[in-house]
């Protein structure tokens, strides 16, 4: 083992621990307050941003547009990584440019940030599945990025119950109805709507709308990125380690 596989695979045990921490008082008691906050959001807002999830998840599972290059063979760990860091990179400065634009230019244009961002969002999943060495053309692959956005942006309880799943995807993936629609939309799209409202709604407030989506989008992004790293790096362990072979 590298001292670079090492270093991941410590960084990976931290990551782990976290997703299955139960949730702390302070995290139940933000998860009450962004429920009551989200009672008073005029309900035009949640459809525009419902819709939007939608439109995208669909796009997901069933656009072409969405594809990717054939995944990338023959690539050390250290070399996947560096390619992913450098996708996040551009994507997180595409999206924090994409905000402050939207964010300076009234309610209107900030409403309109929203299918914008999650378009990035994921695209972004696509890239690193491939540069992960993963067919993005299987619709298995598809619902496991589909977690990953989950695992992202929903409350610890939910995330704990997203994290069991990827954790143990060899033997989930063989169980996934030939129906997606099956797959949970509901708690998808509550999860997170429920997580980006607070942050996404201080947007829409004249003045500061710029640098609030500038700044929000480029963190929303970086974490993304990052849970899909973790998340992918999991799986390429996980079957390195049942094969007994190195990363490759």
């Known amino acids: 083992m590298t001292p670079y596989e090492q270093a991941v695979r410590t960084e990976l045990a931290r990551w782990q621990r976290a997703m299955q921490q139960s949730p ?33 998840t669909r796009a997901v599972l069933y656009g072409a547009e969405y594809l990717t290059s054939e995944p990338a063979t023959d690539l050390t760990l250290t070399e996947r990584d560096a390619a992913v860091a450098t ?15 939207m964010g300076a230019g009234g309610f209107a244009l900030a409403l309109a940030d929203f299918p914008l961002l999650l378009s990035l969002k994921m695209k972004l999943l696509f890239d690193i599945a491939a540069l992960y060495g993963f067919r993005t053309s299987d619709y298995r692959e598809r619902v496991f990025m589909l977690y990953v956005f989950q695992l992202a942006f929903s409350s610890q309880d939910r995330r704990q119950a997203t994290y069991r799943l990827l954790a143990d995807w060899q033997s989930h993936s063989q169980q996934l109805p030939d129906d997606i629609n099956q797959f949970d939309w509901q708690t998808f799209q509550q999860e997170y709507r429920d997580y980006i409202d607070l942050a996404k709604l201080a947007q829409l407030i004249p ?3 710029a640098a609030v989506g500038l700044v929000v989008n480029y963190r929303l992004i970086s974490h993304l990125g990052r849970t899909a790293m973790n998340a ?17």
Do not use: C
């Not at 992918?232 to 490759?248: C, D, Q, W």
């Open 24 to 56: 702390s008082g302070f995290s139940r008691l933000s998860t009450t307050i962004q429920r009551r906050i989200n009672r008073l959001i005029p309900q035009g807002i949640h459809d525009v941003i419902t819709a939007a999830i939608k439109q995208m």
């Open 87 to 101: 996708r996040i990179d551009w994507y997180r400065k595409a999206g924090a440019a994409e905000g402050g634009v």
């Open 207 to 209: 003045g500061i709308g």
């Open 232 to 248: 992918y790096r999991m799986r390429l362990i996980a079957g390195s380690n049942a094969a007994g072979k190195r990363l490759i």
